[in-house]
């Protein structure tokens, strides 16, 4: 079935730079949509990027204007590319398959990877 492994997180300063890549099955469709989560101690998992397979792409507020998400389909790898880094970014990052092309909704994806520790020190 859909497999999903995340890399490229690490420790880094604020102000910052990290890729995140999500490799995800080639079983995985090009129609699925895949989103970026996050989820830091003692909070709930919150919604980062997502894009659909059409392209459009989706950021929460409070990463817009820093982060980038992008798709290789030949790759079967989605990006998150993380600038100007704040130590409020510091979470588990994690990767997600929606195979409804869901965009913002946690409950709307089916598949998730292990995640990846992203830490933004001060």
């Known amino acids: 079935q859909v497999q999903l492994v995340e890399s490229g997180g690490g420790l880094v300063q604020a102000g910052g730079s990290l890729r995140l890549s999500c490799s995800y099955s080639?079983?995985?469709?090009?129609?699925?949509?895949v989103g970026w989560f996050r989820q830091a101690p003692g909070k709930g998992r919150e919604f980062v990027s997502a894009?659909?397979?059409?392209?459009?792409?989706y950021y929460a507020d409070s990463v817009k204007g820093r982060f980038t998400i992008s798709r290789d389909n030949a790759k079967n790898t989605v990006y998150l590319q993380m600038n100007s880094l704040k130590p409020e970014d510091t979470a588990v990052y994690y990767c997600?398959?929606?195979?409804?092309?869901?965009?913002?909704?946690?409950?709307?994806?089916?598949?998730w990877g292990q995640g990846t520790q992203v830490t933004v020190s001060s």
């Open positions: 997600a398959i929606s195979v409804v092309g869901s965009a913002t909704s946690r409950l709307d994806y089916s598949y």
């Open positions: 080639e079983r995985t469709r090009s129609s699925y949509g």
């Open positions: 894009i659909r397979s059409g392209g459009t792409t």
